[in-house]
């Protein structure tokens, strides 16, 4: 067996230099994504043709010395699955019917999520045919919270509708966030079971919240999410991601059963590594902005977030997904002095 280096640090080593990879690491930056996105009918149809999606994860790993590939998907091919209706705004973003707009909510079962998404496993195990030996698969989803908000006002920004609706309809938000967690469950299973060495949760919308909300959409759903997991069988390490949880992050880590936690932007090294179980692996936290504007101050930043991880097993990433308008090469000398200090 190949060694991991990703894989490694999953299992609690430190490397040094520390395994690298980029959240969006596929994406608009990259003008040969661009070119084959076009080629796309809309971006779900680029999600379900397992030969674009394959090729959307290879271009990186061509262009970069990255450690690790993710699968191309999204976090809401989920409620696509269930039957509620998604597209993409050009330009936008993500639209959903919201939940808000109805008196009852209703979704498909989750039995269906697996059938549904079978494209998405053939691009999972056509990966694994693609990539070089010794490069990390990752699977993910959205943590259930966070794909709720999208299904819940049908769309990103402020959660403000969503806060309310926790408040308002306690039972129909509980109700979902449990479809949810076995749709979650058996697709997250269903991509290991098809070649992905480990896994993340993107709980990308986990901020604002008191901690008695935080209690019940993140924490008790992602713990029924990883027990239903390990039920399944599913024994790889899982990476949880709650994006901007601060003072509530300790609690993630401790309580949901993640193997893994990474670290937004905002958060100090220090500050995870004291409110994590002892050496639990860390990812993080490269200031996306930094990597658009490049040059020296870019390098130095760099090295000053290695140092701050030193104390950790540590994935290098950004704190959260780098942007369209991040220049390549500006990425590839990141990823030069990551692997060489200089
Ligand atoms: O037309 C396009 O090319 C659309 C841009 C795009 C891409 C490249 C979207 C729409 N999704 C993706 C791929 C994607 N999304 C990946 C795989 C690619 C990779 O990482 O290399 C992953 C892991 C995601 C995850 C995702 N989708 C998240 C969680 C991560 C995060 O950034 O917080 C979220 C919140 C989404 C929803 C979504 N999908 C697309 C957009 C523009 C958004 C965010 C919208 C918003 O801010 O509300």
Redesign the pocket.
């Known amino acids: 067996m190949t060694e991991r280096s990703m894989m490694r640090v999953l299992g609690g080593e430190r490397i040094d230099p520390p395994p690298v990879w980029i959240?969006?690491?596929?994406?608009?930056y990259l003008p040969e994504y661009r070119q084959i996105?076009a080629q796309a009918k809309d971006?779900l149809d680029f999600c379900y043709t397992p030969a674009l999606a394959v090729e959307a994860v290879m271009q990186p790993l061509r262009r970069f010395d990255l450690d690790a590939g993710?699968?191309?998907?999204?976090?809401?091919v989920l409620p696509d699955a269930l039957g509620r209706k998604v597209w993409?705004v050009?330009g936008e973003?993500?639209r959903l019917e919201p939940l808000l707009d109805q008196d009852t909510w209703t979704f498909g079962d989750p039995d269906r999520v697996v059938g549904f998404l079978a494209p998405v496993y053939e691009t999972v195990e056509r990966i694994r045919a693609a990539m070089p030996a010794e490069t990390t698969l990752i699977g993910?989803a959205?943590g259930p919270w966070?794909v709720a908000t999208y299904m819940i006002q049908g769309e990103?920004?402020d959660k403000d509708r969503c806060r309310r609706a926790t408040y308002q309809r306690p039972g129909d938000v509980a109700a979902l966030l449990s479809v949810l967690v076995e749709a979650t469950a058996r697709h997250l299973a269903a991509q290991v079971a098809a070649g992905a060495d480990c896994l993340q949760i993107?709980e990308?919308w986990s901020e604002g919240l008191p901690e008695p909300l935080f209690e019940e959409v993140i924490l008790k759903p992602t713990k029924a999410l990883m027990a239903r997991l390990r039920a399944l069988g599913v024994t790889v390490p899982v990476i949880g991601f709650p994006?901007g949880a601060g003072a509530l992050l300790g609690r993630y880590a401790r309580e949901t059963g993640v193997t893994a936690l990474g670290v937004d932007t905002q958060t100090p090294a220090g500050f995870a590594r004291a409110q994590a179980p002892e050496g639990m692996p860390l990812q993080g936290n490269f200031d996306p902005q930094m990597l658009i504007c490049g040059g020296a101050a870019m390098e130095a930043e760099a090295r000053r977030v290695i140092e701050d991880f030193r104390g950790s097993p540590h994935i290098f990433n950004l704190g959260?997904?780098i942007t369209p308008q991040t220049p390549p090469e500006n990425l590839a000398a990141l990823v030069q002095v990551i692997k060489t200090g200089g």
């Open positions: 959240m969006r690491q596929a994406g608009r996105r971006f993710i699968l191309f998907s999204d976090i809401l993409f050009e973003g993500p993910f959205g966070t990103g920004g993107f990308s994006r959260h997904g």
